[in-house]
Nanobody, 127 residues
């Protein structure tokens, strides 16, 4: 079983930056592919970023490409989402996700690959 705990959300202004963190339980973090999704009120959940086990491959949704960066520190059992140039449309609850399944460049952006989820952290971007 994997437990994921997100932190770092908050209220910021448009153009600001924010870094989300997700701490994972257990001693097998390096075996997990990790990702982030978000859900805005009244909208479907969107999968925004993913990173493979060793950090060598990443995925970004078009809506965040060039502004968000996903990274991981396997020694700290933590994955990060650095969010720059934030926009009001980035306002959402952000969820951390994990999977032991082997992900490829073609599959790592598919939300259905991930079966462990955190409780979410709220990010609000004011205009």
């Amino acid at each position: 079983q994997v437990q994921l705990v997100e932190s770092g959300g908050g209220l910021v202004q448009a153009g600001d930056s924010l870094r989300l963190s997700c701490a994972a339980s257990g001693r097998t973090f390096s075996s997990l592919s990790m990702g982030w999704s978000r859900q805005a009120p009244g909208k479907e959940r969107e999968f925004v970023a993913a990173i493979n086990r060793n950090g060598g491959s990443t995925y970004y949704a078009n809506s965040v490409k060039g502004r968000f960066t996903i990274s991981r520190d396997n020694a700290k059992n933590t994955v990060y989402l650095q969010m720059n140039s934030l926009k009001p449309e980035d306002t959402a609850v952000y969820f951390c996700a994990a999977t032991y399944s082997v992900t490829t460049a073609q599959t790592m952006g598919f939300m259905g690959m991930y079966n462990y989820w955190g409780q979410g952290t709220q990010v609000t971007v004011s205009s």
